[in-house]
Each structure stands twice: as C-alpha cells, then as structure tokens.
C-alpha cells in the first residue's frame, strides 16, 4: 500500500507522541525500579526479588478491545546494564527503514511506534486509527525469609 502524505503527516504524529509517552513512562518506572533495587539491598526487608512490567494497550477509535498489546519487562531499567535499557535510549533509532528505499527512510523511529508496524504487524492504516492508549505499570514483590 502506497503511504500518502496525508498519513506520513499522522504516523509522523504519532511516533513523536509516543516517544513523549515512552519518556514519561520511563522515567517513573526508573524510580520505581530504584526504589525496589534499594529495597533489595535492605537485610531487613523481607524483599527478596521483584518483576515490574509496563503494559501498553493500543485501541482505535470506538472499540473497547486494543488493536495491539505489548508488554515490556522493566526490572533493572534504571540499572545502566540493564538488558532492554537499549530500546528506550533516545539515541537509538528503530527505524527498520533506514536502509531501505522507503518514505520513512529518514525518520526516527521510537521503540513503541517501531513495535506497532515490526512486532505486532500493524498495518500502517490501522496504526493512523490509533486514539487512545492505556498504560499499565505493574510491580509484582516477591517475599521470602529463611526462618
């Protein structure tokens, strides 16, 4: 399908609101994932491990179901060696295009629009429909004590 100008305006609309909301995502998850770290450290905290989990839904106009879910694993996020740390960097761009003769070429992708059109094999007219997103940041504590 030919991408019209009229939806490269909207898909280039909504990777930059997606960006923005990855940031602000992030960055609560960070302290989140600080805390629960230092919790961690804590000998007299019956902490003894913990997954934290950011749920993405993605719906269109209208429907009550979402066109796409994507969960991300987020434990160690603010640690600088954490694993998927990588796909929310600003610099790192998920563009599957930039070397492909395509319209999008050019553009910078971030992780969640990149997710949408490679992962979850959104078409590109269904990503434009996209209206609404909810965003679950889930922490599941895990306790133990040696007694």
Not at 79 to 84: I, L, R, V
């Amino acid at each position: 399908m030919k991408l019209t100008q009229e939806r490269l305006k909207k898909l280039k609309k909504l990777n930059k609101k997606l960006f923005y909301i990855e940031e602000k995502i992030i960055t609560e998850a960070k302290k989140i994932d600080q805390n629960l770290q230092n919790r961690l450290e804590n000998k007299n905290d019956l902490l003894n491990d913990y997954e934290l989990e950011a749920i993405f839904e993605f719906y269109m106009k209208g429907c009550d179901t979402p066109i796409a879910t994507i969960n991300e694993n987020l434990k160690a996020i603010s640690q600088t060696q954490a694993k998927y740390n990588d796909r929310f960097l600003k610099r790192v761009n998920h563009n599957e295009f930039l070397f492909k003769d395509h319209p999008m070429q050019n553009d910078y992708h971030c992780w969640l629009f990149h997710s949408l059109y490679d992962h979850e094999h959104l078409s590109w007219k269904n990503i434009t429909k996209i209206k609404d997103i909810d965003i679950d940041l889930k922490v599941y504590h895990q306790y133990s004590k040696i007694i």
